[in-house]
């Protein structure tokens, strides 16, 4: 199983696309899909407490959603929101690689994980994240493709991710 954590800023929201979906970030991301055969889960600010609250924030044509999502049906989960879990009043940064990694402990390398019938318990796994904050574990770098905020997704984002997920 392949897997991209797929932040939305920066990655397929754009400057050039004033910060709405980007055409042509979300055509560079579907290279990475149709190359690798990558599903999504969704570690943006963008995402919602389900896969299918997520879907539709997505799909649903509006201000920054100007046409709807072109790969919905890829997405099988989202990251949860660390902040959420901490005491009420208190504010920590939690880092985005925190969560990623409790998404991978929780549904890839734990019996407590969701029993999805392709799951192999840590078996041909493989991910990239796709984001444009640092905010990563240093076990996560070779995972990770950080991208220009102002750009988005690049032609040399798209080959490097496709070169992490097919190795």
Known sequence: MKIIFLDIDGVISTEK???ALDKDAC??????????????VVSSSWRRNTVEDTKEELTTVRHLVPFPFPYADKIIGVTIRAYAYVMQGVHLG??????IKQW??????????KN????EIGVDFNYVILDDDSDMLLEQAEHFVK???RLGLTED???RAIKILNQ
């Open 147 to 149: 991208t220009d905020t």
């Open 17 to 19: 696309s004033h910060y």
């Open 116 to 119: 999805w019938n392709y799951k």
């Open 104 to 113: 991978i402990d929780t549904h890839i390398h734990s019996e407590n994980g």
């Open 157 to 159: 984002d798209v080959e």
């Open 94 to 99: 939690i880092p985005r690689g925190v969560e």
């Open 27 to 40: 055509d560079l991301l579907g290279k990475i899909i149709d190359a690798t055969d990558a599903k999504i």
